[in-house]
C-alpha cells in the first residue's frame, strides 16, 4: 500500500492546495518500507501524478472541494483535515486512531464522523 | 473584585469583537488563538470554543500558512501589514478569498505579547469581479471591442471545422492566445497544442523540428528524433511567423497540407499527418504573395479561414481591462498588493498607440510593479516615454490657437481612417480638395510613402 501525505518541511502542510511536497511511504502490515520525499506542483496536477505513482491513500491538511473530488476520481482514499508531525500521523494512521482529536483540524470533526477506513481496514481489504 | 472585573473585561472584549463584521482572532506568542469573533466563525466555519487555544493556522487555513505566514513577518518585523489578500479553506472546503491586516499586540508596558489579524470575506467581491470580467472574457482573451466580439461569436464554429486557420495580426496581439482558444474549444482539447516559431529556426533545423528525423539521416542523429507534426498528433500543431519561412519549407509545408503526409528526414516511409494547423504572422501574406515572396498555393492553403486581430491601439477601450488582468497577475506571481492604477497614469495609458500591443502593455505594466513601493501605480511608475506623452496631451488639452486645435482634430480623423484621405474627407463631409488644402495650409504630411499612401 502506497500512502502519499502533503507536507511542509515535517508537519502536514496546512492546506493541501499550496503544499510543495509530498512524503511518499510504501507501507507493509508490520511498519514502512521505503520513505520518499518529493518536490511536487500544486493543485490540478496532483490526482493524476499519484495516480501514476499507484498512491492508495492520501492525507493531507485542508483541502479544497474541487481537489478532493478530483483525488476520489482517481480511486485514492482521501483522508482531509489532518494535522500533526508526519511521523506522528502516520503512527496514527497505523494504530487507526488519525480519526481522533489531535490529529483533526478544529471545526472539522464532521467530516470524519461517519468515515470507518483506517490503516488496518484499508490493509486488511488490500489483503483480502 | 479584581477577578470579577477581569470577567467584565473580557465580556466587553467579546461584545466589542462581536460587533465587528470583519474576522478577527488575536494569538499569544506561540500562535495560539487567545480570542475569536463570531464574524471569524462564519467565515472559517470553525466554533469559538473549538478555536480558543488552538494554532492559528489549523483555524484559518490560509494558503501562507506555514512558510509564508502573515503574522510572523508582522511578529518579526513590529510592522502591520494591510489588506494582503490570501485564500483560505473553511471548514467545510470551500476555498474563500479573504483580505487579511495584522498588527502587533502589546502589554500596558510596551512589551509584545502577541498579535491580532482581521479578515475579511472577499467571496462576493470575487463572484461579481468575475462576472464582470466573464462578460468581456472568451477563453483568455479579454475585450469589450466590438471586432474581438466578432471574433469570439464566430471561434466556436471555426474551432469545431477543423479547417486550417490563419491567424494575422501585429506582434504581440494575442495570436498564440486565440489559437490556444480555437484548440480548446475543438475537439481536439485533450490532445496535444504544440506551437512553433518559425522564424526563431535557421531552415534545417526547423526542418528537423517539425517533421523529425530517423537514425542515421545525418552524422549526429544518433536516435530518432520525433517532430512537431508527430507531437501534435490528434491535437493542433501552430506554426508562427509562417511568413518568416523560406521557399524550400513553403514546398514542404505544401506538400504535408496537400496530401496530409509527411516524411521525416533519413525516413523511407511517409507519416500521415493527423495536426490541425493554424498558422499566424505578423505580415500582410497577401502582400507578400504579390511580391512573389509567398507561395499563392500554400498562402490559400492555409488561408481557408483568416482570421485578423485588431491591434491594440484600435481597441484602447481595452486598455483597464487589461491592466486589471495583469495586475491580478503579477500581484498572485510576486505576492504583492497593488490594488490598480491612479487616473492620471491610466488617461496615459488609455491614450497611447502601443506598437508593440499587448505585450508592450505587459511589460509596462511589469516594470511598474518593480518601482511602485504603495499600492496604487502612479505616473512616476510609468516609463518615461509615456510621461512625456502626458505633458504633451496636457499642454495639446488646451491648444494655444484654434489652428492647432484644427491639426489636431484632423490628425485624429486621418489616423482613424489610416490615412484614406478620401474616406475620412467624407467622414468629415468636406471635399477632399478642401482636405488636402487644410493638410498643406497646416502642415500636416502623411507618415505614408506616397506610393502606400491611400488617396
Given at each position: 500500500?502506497?500512502?502519499?501525505?502533503?507536507?511542509?518541511?515535517?508537519?502536514?502542510?496546512?492546506?493541501?492546495?499550496?503544499?510543495?511536497?509530498?512524503?511518499?511511504?510504501?507501507?507493509?502490515?508490520?511498519?514502512?518500507?521505503?520513505?520518499?520525499?518529493?518536490?511536487?506542483?500544486?493543485?490540478?496536477?496532483?490526482?493524476?501524478?499519484?495516480?501514476?505513482?499507484?498512491?492508495?491513500?492520501?492525507?493531507?491538511?485542508?483541502?479544497?472541494?474541487?481537489?478532493?473530488?478530483?483525488?476520489?476520481?482517481?480511486?485514492?482514499?482521501?483522508?482531509?483535515?489532518?494535522?500533526?508531525?508526519?511521523?506522528?500521523?502516520?503512527?496514527?494512521?497505523?494504530?487507526?486512531?488519525?480519526?481522533?482529536?489531535?490529529?483533526?483540524?478544529?471545526?472539522?470533526?464532521?467530516?470524519?464522523?461517519?468515515?470507518?477506513?483506517?490503516?488496518?481496514?484499508?490493509?486488511?481489504?488490500?489483503?483480502? | 473584585?479584581?477577578?470579577?472585573?477581569?470577567?467584565?473585561?473580557?465580556?466587553?472584549?467579546?461584545?466589542?469583537?462581536?460587533?465587528?463584521?470583519?474576522?478577527?482572532?488575536?494569538?499569544?506568542?506561540?500562535?495560539?488563538?487567545?480570542?475569536?469573533?463570531?464574524?471569524?466563525?462564519?467565515?472559517?466555519?470553525?466554533?469559538?470554543?473549538?478555536?480558543?487555544?488552538?494554532?492559528?493556522?489549523?483555524?484559518?487555513?490560509?494558503?501562507?500558512?506555514?512558510?509564508?505566514?502573515?503574522?510572523?513577518?508582522?511578529?518579526?518585523?513590529?510592522?502591520s501589514i494591510i489588506n494582503k489578500t490570501v485564500y483560505i479553506v473553511n471548514a467545510t472546503g470551500?476555498?474563500?478569498?479573504?483580505?487579511?491586516?495584522?498588527?502587533?499586540?502589546?502589554?500596558?508596558?510596551?512589551?509584545?505579547?502577541?498579535?491580532?489579524?482581521?479578515?475579511?470575506?472577499?467571496?462576493?467581491?470575487?463572484?461579481?469581479?468575475?462576472?464582470?470580467?466573464?462578460?468581456?472574457?472568451?477563453?483568455?482573451?479579454?475585450?469589450?471591442?466590438?471586432?474581438?466580439?466578432?471574433?469570439?461569436?464566430?471561434?466556436?464554429?471555426?474551432?469545431?471545422?477543423?479547417?486550417?486557420?490563419?491567424?494575422?495580426?501585429?506582434?504581440?496581439?494575442?495570436?498564440?492566445?486565440?489559437?490556444?482558444?480555437?484548440?480548446?474549444?475543438?475537439?481536439?482539447?485533450?490532445?496535444?497544442?504544440?506551437?512553433?516559431?518559425?522564424?526563431?529556426?535557421?531552415?534545417?533545423?526547423?526542418?528537423?523540428?517539425?517533421?523529425?528525423?530517423?537514425?542515421?539521416?545525418?552524422?549526429?542523429?544518433?536516435?530518432?528524433?520525433?517532430?512537431?507534426?508527430?507531437?501534435?498528433?490528434?491535437?493542433?500543431?501552430?506554426?508562427?511567423?509562417?511568413?518568416?519561412?523560406?521557399?524550400?519549407?513553403?514546398?514542404?509545408?505544401?506538400?504535408?497540407?496537400?496530401?496530409?503526409?509527411?516524411?521525416?528526414?533519413?525516413?523511407?516511409?511517409?507519416?500521415?499527418?493527423?495536426?490541425?494547423?493554424?498558422?499566424?504572422?505578423?505580415?500582410?501574406?497577401?502582400?507578400?504573395?504579390?511580391k512573389g515572396i509567398f507561395r499563392e498555393d500554400l498562402y490559400y492553403r492555409i488561408n481557408v479561414?483568416?482570421?485578423?486581430?485588431?491591434?491594440?491601439?484600435?481597441?484602447?477601450?481595452?486598455?483597464?481591462?487589461?491592466?486589471?488582468?495583469?495586475?491580478?497577475?503579477?500581484?498572485?506571481?510576486?505576492?504583492?498588493?497593488?490594488?490598480?492604477?491612479?487616473?492620471?497614469?491610466?488617461?496615459?495609458?488609455?491614450?497611447?498607440?502601443?506598437?508593440?500591443?499587448?505585450?508592450?502593455?505587459?511589460?509596462?505594466?511589469?516594470?511598474?510593479?518593480?518601482?511602485?513601493?504603495?499600492?496604487?501605480?502612479?505616473?512616476?511608475?510609468?516609463?518615461?516615454?509615456?510621461?512625456?506623452?502626458?505633458?504633451?496631451?496636457?499642454?495639446?488639452?488646451?491648444?494655444?490657437?484654434?489652428?492647432?486645435?484644427?491639426?489636431?482634430?484632423?490628425?485624429?480623423?486621418?489616423?482613424?481612417?489610416?490615412?484614406?484621405?478620401?474616406?475620412?474627407?467624407?467622414?468629415?463631409?468636406?471635399?477632399?480638395?478642401?482636405?488636402?488644402?487644410?493638410?498643406?495650409?497646416?502642415?500636416?504630411?502623411?507618415?505614408?510613402?506616397?506610393?502606400?499612401?491611400?488617396?
Amino acid at each position: 500500500m502506497r500512502i502519499a501525505i502533503g507536507a511542509c518541511e515535517e508537519e502536514v502542510a496546512t492546506v493541501l492546495d499550496a503544499a510543495d511536497e509530498l512524503t511518499i511511504i510504501e507501507a507493509i502490515p508490520k511498519g514502512k518500507k521505503s520513505e520518499v520525499r518529493m518536490n511536487v506542483g500544486r493543485g490540478n496536477i496532483l490526482p493524476a501524478l499519484l495516480k501514476s505513482l499507484q498512491i492508495n491513500v492520501l492525507i493531507c491538511g485542508a483541502i479544497s472541494q474541487p481537489l478532493e473530488s478530483a483525488f476520489l476520481r482517481a480511486g485514492i482514499i482521501v483522508h482531509s483535515f489532518v494535522r500533526g508531525r508526519v511521523d506522528e500521523v502516520m503512527a496514527a494512521f497505523k494504530n487507526g486512531k488519525l480519526e481522533e482529536n489531535p490529529f483533526i483540524m478544529p471545526g472539522c470533526h464532521y467530516r470524519h464522523r461517519f468515515r470507518k477506513c483506517g490503516y488496518g481496514k484499508s490493509l486488511r481489504r488490500s489483503r483480502d | 473584585m479584581s477577578q470579577n472585573r477581569f470577567i467584565d473585561d473580557s465580556k466587553t472584549r467579546d461584545i466589542i469583537l462581536d460587533s465587528i463584521a470583519d474576522g478577527v482572532f488575536t494569538v499569544d506568542m506561540n500562535w495560539n488563538i487567545t480570542s475569536f469573533n463570531r464574524a471569524a466563525e462564519r467565515i472559517t466555519g470553525v466554533l469559538r470554543d473549538e478555536a480558543i487555544g488552538q494554532r492559528c493556522k489549523d483555524v484559518l487555513k490560509a494558503d501562507v500558512c506555514g512558510k509564508n505566514c502573515i503574522l510572523k513577518k508582522t511578529m518579526q518585523t513590529g510592522k502591520s501589514i494591510i489588506n494582503k489578500t490570501v485564500y483560505i479553506v473553511n471548514a467545510t472546503g470551500l476555498r474563500l478569498p479573504v483580505s487579511i491586516s495584522t498588527s502587533l499586540l502589546r502589554d500596558k508596558k510596551g512589551r509584545v505579547v502577541g498579535a491580532v489579524e482581521t479578515f475579511r470575506d472577499l467571496s462576493i467581491e470575487d463572484k461579481l469581479r468575475k462576472k464582470i470580467t466573464q462578460r468581456y472574457s472568451f477563453e483568455d482573451i479579454i475585450s469589450k471591442n466590438h471586432k474581438m466580439h466578432q471574433l469570439f461569436d464566430i471561434l466556436p464554429d471555426v474551432a469545431i471545422s477543423n479547417s486550417t486557420v490563419l491567424l494575422e495580426g501585429e506582434s504581440g496581439t494575442g495570436k498564440e492566445l486565440f489559437a490556444k482558444a480555437i484548440h480548446n474549444l475543438s475537439g481536439r482539447k485533450n490532445k496535444p497544442f504544440v506551437a512553433v516559431n518559425c522564424a526563431a529556426l535557421p531552415d534545417t533545423l526547423l526542418e528537423s523540428e517539425l517533421f523529425g528525423y530517423r537514425a542515421g539521416a545525418f552524422t549526429d542523429a544518433k536516435k530518432d528524433k520525433v517532430g512537431r507534426f508527430q507531437l501534435a498528433v490528434k491535437g493542433t500543431l501552430f506554426l508562427d511567423e509562417i511568413g518568416d519561412i523560406s521557399s524550400s519549407m513553403q514546398i514542404r509545408l505544401l506538400r504535408v497540407l496537400q496530401e496530409k503526409t509527411f516524411e521525416p528526414l533519413g525516413a523511407t516511409e511517409s507519416v500521415k499527418n493527423e495536426a490541425r494547423i493554424i498558422a499566424a504572422t505578423n505580415q500582410n501574406l497577401l502582400a507578400l504573395v504579390k511580391k512573389g515572396i509567398f507561395r499563392e498555393d500554400l498562402y490559400y492553403r492555409i488561408n481557408v479561414v483568416k482570421l485578423e486581430l485588431p491591434p491594440l491601439r484600435e481597441r484602447l477601450e481595452d486598455v483597464p481591462l487589461l491592466v486589471a488582468r495583469f495586475i491580478e497577475q503579477f500581484n498572485a506571481a510576486t505576492q504583492r498588493n497593488i490594488r490598480g492604477v491612479s487616473g492620471d497614469a491610466m488617461s496615459v495609458l488609455a491614450s497611447y498607440s502601443y506598437p508593440g500591443n499587448i505585450r508592450e502593455l505587459e511589460n509596462i505594466i511589469e516594470r511598474a510593479f518593480i518601482l511602485c513601493k504603495s499600492n496604487i501605480i502612479g505616473l512616476n511608475h510609468l516609463p518615461d516615454f509615456l510621461n512625456s506623452l502626458s505633458k504633451d496631451n496636457s499642454r495639446g488639452s488646451t491648444p494655444s490657437s484654434l489652428k492647432d486645435a484644427e491639426a489636431k482634430f484632423l490628425l485624429q480623423a486621418l489616423n482613424s481612417n489610416n490615412w484614406n484621405r478620401l474616406e475620412t474627407a467624407r467622414q468629415l463631409g468636406i471635399h477632399k480638395t478642401t482636405l488636402y488644402r487644410k493638410m498643406r495650409t497646416l502642415g500636416i504630411k502623411s507618415p505614408l510613402s506616397s506610393t502606400t499612401a491611400t488617396c
